[in-house]
């Protein structure tokens, strides 16, 4: 993160379950993280950022019985609502897919892992040097 995520709230409508960025894939890489083959699906990366309404009905619906026995597909392309909000796009950064990280953006989503994966070769990762940065400054205030 680097700005305060409190104002992504601004873009949840009320009557919502949830908002995120939804992005529109024409193209992808061929392989995501470890190498695996990378799918094309509705609603792909909808689910790396979200702001959630926790007093809407439909969010009732993610229970944990849920979260942990639904398929990724359930959860990843929000078949539990159809309420959803949409973020701008430049309020994330999405490695992978985005180039560069700039003062608009709100966070960095490393959708092809990153060091913090043990054992993970993340030398084909970009923006990498952000996230060392911040953890950096972070270890420096405690």
């Avoid at 229970?63 to 639904?70: F, I, L, R």
Wanted: glycine share 4%; with cysteine; hydrophobic share 30%.
């Amino acid at each position: 993160w680097k700005h305060n995520p409190m104002s992504l709230f601004y873009f949840l409508d009320p009557d919502h379950a949830v908002a995120c960025v939804q992005y529109d894939f024409d193209t992808h890489e061929e392989t995501k993280m470890n190498g695996e083959k990378n799918v094309s699906y509705p609603k792909k990366l909808w689910s790396s950022m979200m702001i959630f309404n926790n007093g809407h009905e439909d969010c009732r619906k993610l229970t944990p019985e849920a979260v942990n026995t639904w398929t990724g597909k359930q959860l990843h392309q929000f078949e539990w609502t159809d309420q959803i909000s949409k973020i701008p796009h430049n309020k994330i950064c999405t490695e992978g897919y985005d180039k560069s990280f700039n003062e608009t953006h709100h966070a960095i989503h490393y959708t092809r892992g990153g060091p913090w994966i043990k054992g993970m070769d993340s030398s084909h990762i970009n923006m990498l040097d952000i996230y060392e940065k911040y953890k950096r400054r972070l270890s420096k205030n405690t």
